[in-house]
């Protein structure tokens, strides 16, 4: 939460006051942002960098979990009013599930294209485009583990040496360690929780779970979210992260344009502002990884186009996940 | 109670302007919590999409032989809190209210600190302090003795019992010290003369007298236990100890099951309303009035040498739940960087700086905290009073549904009761979305149970009598409320309001679901502070609430003065 005012400043651009669609929402006047990502903090940093964009233009963020902010969503339909004006959501299963309801409004921003190639093709055909990259590396204490002695890809971490040594969140609690499960779960088969079982892992909550427990000396070497642990590590807390050589987990969060909302035109904007180089410089001020390649990463992590990514297709993660939840618990008690 | 039937008649045979009173307190229970509660219970009857009646919910909730264990779980978990509760408060409670026993500010300021402490904070301190691997009592128990392990284990159901019941054991304090205040000493004293020594006093006599308050706090502690979520997603899961809200909060994740989870909580209702009934089976017919008009003494028991023994014992309970967690979490509030361990030039006031100074929409949120919470506490001691008052004296037929709607919200899962509450008043006709008094009228929802069983206990104390000599001398019954009973109660009042205050500071379920952009508040500010790593801001906003409660509660306590009953001699 240290946004550095100087970075930020060179990002702003000139205001956006000649597109098409400003006139139209300015009129609209606000839009209202269920975010699923970040915290409110920033959803506010974000809201206000866009009204400096886009004068007389409000935005109302209202940042809670994925879960609790698609359960909100769903009980304003419900009540016949959509509050909502812009949805972003950690799980690309919720897009697929409004827009079964036929409650998305496809729309492909003019900025989209500028995204890291990786990251251009998720879109849902035009229904949602990226606005987060959640990602899981390899972390560690730098206190209690060597760069040299640290592992280096995904299967070193069932090295016995991690016995009592490792950390990892849950998929029955997190969406992004569920990806994860279903991604190592792909390459390695499922004998890669059963050996990591092996080494009596602290089984915590959140993927950001991970850095508090490797500061607090109980557990040295974790998979887990770099941009806290960046965040943390900023500060002089020793931690540090590591690409794994075989790939990272990189699993992105769509954002979609509410059918029925009261600010159609200013979600518009909204929606190519997210996809432009002030709020991908916002992220990397914030530690959060930018989105495309005119950006330069936050300190200590590298460019999306520089490492080798990897993620589960939405289909995959659809169909494997609730299964590998059940495994978990076989496997893991919890 | 046997009294009090004659009011029913009376009140029948002509509208007095009470009457208006009580109907407006019985509309605001049927707006703030029997419609959520409604939506709620029916609700776990719906299918998710078509919303068209269906038992799948409970088989969904209750399909797994898993989920039963982890309700046994969760209820041998609230059944152990509790006990532990009751042993670590009641000597406290009975050493502040009944004997002369030194530094009594003090350390009532740190059991309601540990009160406010939210449980995420102070089990991330106790695993800081008890870590098998890094805890400090570990590490100095392996170099004193040179085992290769430590000797306690915070990841262990016994280190979950203990954690939860050092944060949860200021509802039974609060309840047990307010009582024993109103108990003149007449019946002490008469004990004695019979030749009765102090203990015998105490247990056969003094406790006996404070049963209703003690089993009304044992019984929020229990339902608060079943339903907490913070300590056990810290310490249980990974113990691999599954409770029921860790299986409750798997339904929120997609698809979500919102449903499910109104449908395993409906059980738990029922829970509720039978421990009521057995609160009432235990007092049964005994009297419990302390407080008659005829005015009582209250002398403090003359301990010597003992006077020691109990504030020692007050001292080691405020220091395992407050002082030496925060000690561990002062490395955290006061360092740059509180991974590296201690150092001067770690060392830094920046994060208590961030909050107060730095940061605007910290501070906003700090203020709308303490400003939602402590109108909640007025809406929910004001409400509470006035049901338990129909309640005890019995003013309308059917108390039993009064009693379970006041209960009902603090078994529902948090969150549950937020979306019944959502899908109530967020929409038009009030169209409350993002407003402080969505926000405000559900805490107060979640919260009046508690304030609910403590009016109901303190109500238990006051002998009706004097009620009706108001009324015998021609004065309202609203007249009676406000002249005897309001003064007569005012001390366990002002702790009913703490008591709703405190855990509205600290409510994130709830909170979660009703908060809009402008109405930020600090629970919420604490997840995101915990999920993107910032640590030491965390630990200092901790230290900051608990700073801030010493204060609030000394100061009360100074402005209370002493209470009416006690006169020194």
């Known amino acids: 939460m240290l946004p ?13 006051t000649d597109d098409p669609l400003y006139p139209a929402a300015k009129k609209e006047g606000q839009l209202t942002w269920y975010s699923g990502i970040l915290d409110q903090p920033l959803c506010v940093q974000v809201g206000q960098a ?3 964009k886009y004068p007389g233009i409000e935005v109302k963020p209202i940042k809670n979990s994925s879960q609790v902010a698609l359960q909100r969503l769903m009980q304003d339909i419900k009540a016949g009013s959509m509050q909502a004006d812009v949805f972003t959501t950690t799980d690309v299963g919720h897009m697929t599930f409004l827009n079964s309801k036929a409650l998305l409004v496809p729309y492909v921003a003019p900025s989209a294209s500028g995204f890291v190639p990786a990251l251009r093709a998720f879109n849902g055909g035009g229904l949602y485009q990226v606005s987060w990259v959640g990602q899981v590396t390899i972390l560690y204490n730098t206190t209690k583990v060597k760069l040299e002695d640290a592992p280096k890809d995904w299967p070193d971490l069932t090295n016995p040496k991690w016995a009592n040594a490792i950390t990892f969140g849950s998929p029955n609690y997190s969406g992004l360690v569920g990806v994860w499960t279903v991604g190592m779960a792909q390459r390695y088969g499922w004998e890669f929780f059963e050996k990591l079982n092996k080494l009596n892992p602290l089984i915590g909550r959140s993927v950001d779970d991970a850095g508090t427990v490797l500061n607090s000396g109980e557990r040295s070497v974790a998979a887990g979210n770099p941009a806290s642990a960046l965040r943390s590590a900023a500060r002089g807390n020793p931690l540090a992260m590591i690409y794994p050589s075989s790939g990272t987990l990189a699993s992105p969060s769509p954002t979609a344009i509410m059918k029925g909302s009261s600010s159609p035109n200013a979600a518009k904007l909204f929606v190519e502002f997210l996809a432009g180089r002030e709020y991908s410089q916002i992220l990397s001020d914030n530690f959060e990884q930018p989105m495309r390649a005119d950006v330069s990463p936050p300190k200590g992590a590298k460019s999306m186009a520089e490492i080798k990514t990897f993620a589960p297709t939405p289909e995959e993660i659809e169909k494997e996940l609730g299964p590998n939840k059940e495994k978990w618990r076989d496997t893991f008690g919890g | 109670m046997a009294r009090t039937g004659a009011a029913r008649p009376r009140v029948l045979r002509r509208v007095e302007p009470s009457t208006v009173a009580w109907l407006a307190a019985l509309a605001a229970l049927l707006f703030l919590v029997a419609v959520p509660v409604a939506k709620v219970v029916i609700s776990s009857f719906q299918d998710t999409d078509t919303g068209a009646f269906t038992w799948n919910n409970y088989a969904v909730a209750y399909g797994h032989v898993r989920d ?27 050493g502040v209210a009944r004997t002369d026993m030194p530094c009594k500010g003090l350390v009532r300021a740190f059991v309601l600190g540990a009160f406010i402490t939210p449980p995420y904070l102070g089990a991330i301190g106790w695993i800081l302090l008890a870590g098998p691997n ?11 003795t040179g085992d290769a392990h430590g000797f306690v284990n915070v990841y ?17 304090f609060v309840f047990t010290a307010d009582a024993l205040e ?12 019979l030749g009765a020594g102090h203990l015998r006093t105490i247990l056969r006599v003094t406790l006996p007298l404070v049963t209703p308050a003690i089993l009304g706090g044992a019984i929020v502690v229990f339902l608060d236990t079943v339903a907490l979520f913070g300590t056990p997603a810290i310490i249980a899961l990974p113990a691999r100890i599954k409770v029921m809200t860790l299986v409750l909060w798997q339904f929120f994740e997609f698809p979500v099951r919102a449903e499910a989870a109104a449908a395993y909580a409906v059980p738990l209702v029922l829970i509720t309303v039978t421990l009521f009934a057995a609160q009432r089976a235990i007092l049964g017919r005994r009297g419990y009035v302390a407080l008659t008009g005829k005015g009582g003494s209250r002398t403090l028991l003359q301990l010597g040498r003992w006077r020691w023994a109990i504030f020692g014992y007050a001292m080691l309970m405020v220091a395992l739940s407050v002082l030496l967690p925060y000690a561990a979490l002062a490395h955290a509030a006061f360092s740059r960087a509180w991974g590296r361990g201690f150092s001067l030039a770690n060392l830094t006031l920046d994060n208590f700086k961030y909050l107060l100074l730095t940061d605007p929409a910290a501070r906003l949120t700090i203020v709308h905290s303490f400003g939602y919470s402590a109108a909640t506490a007025c809406l929910a001691v004001a409400l509470a009073l006035c049901v338990a008052y129909i309640v005890s004296r019995r003013l309308v037929r059917h108390t039993a549904v009064l009693t379970a709607l006041c209960m009902a919200p603090l078994v529902i899962p948090g969150i549950v009761l937020a979306i019944g509450f959502y899908s109530a008043w967020a929409p038009p006709p009030l169209a409350l979305y993002g407003t402080a008094a969505l926000l405000v009228f559900g805490f107060t929802a979640r919260f009046l149970p508690i304030a609910y069983t403590n009016c109901m206990a303190s109500l238990r104390s006051l002998n009706p009598e ?24 005012k001390t366990s009042l002002i702790g009913s309001w703490l008591l709703v205050f405190i855990p509205a500071t600290r409510e994130l379920s709830t909170a979660i679901f009703l908060v809009g952009s402008n109405t930020r508040v600090i629970s919420v500010m604490m997840l995101d502070l915990s999920e993107n790593g910032s640590f030491e801001t965390l630990a200092a906003l901790g230290f900051f609430l608990l700073g801030v409660t010493i204060l609030i509660v000394l100061a009360g306590y100074k402005l209370l003065g002493r209470d009416f009953m006690l006169r020194r001699s």
């Open chain 1, 4 to 16: 550095s005012a100087g970075a930020y400043a060179q990002a702003k651009g000139p205001t956006g």
């Open chain 1, 50 to 52: 866009f009204s400096a």
């Open chain 2, 68 to 94: 039963y264990a982890s309700l046994g779980t969760s209820l041998l978990y609230a059944a152990e809190v509790t006990v532990a509760s009751i042993i670590i408060a009641v000597p406290i409670a009975w």
């Open chain 2, 134 to 144: 890094a805890g400090w009592i570990n590490k100095v128990w392996m170099a004193v």
């Open chain 2, 156 to 172: 262990s159901f016994g280190g979950l019992v203990v954690v939860t019941a050092l944060y949860a054991f200021p509802y039974i």
């Open chain 2, 182 to 193: 109103r108990v003149s000493s007449e019946m002490e004293e008469a004990a004695r003369i």
């Open chain 2, 466 to 489: 004097m009620e009706e000599a108001v009324r015998i001398l021609g004065g309202s019954q609203l007249r009676a409320v406000t002249r005897v009973v309001v003064p007569l109660l």
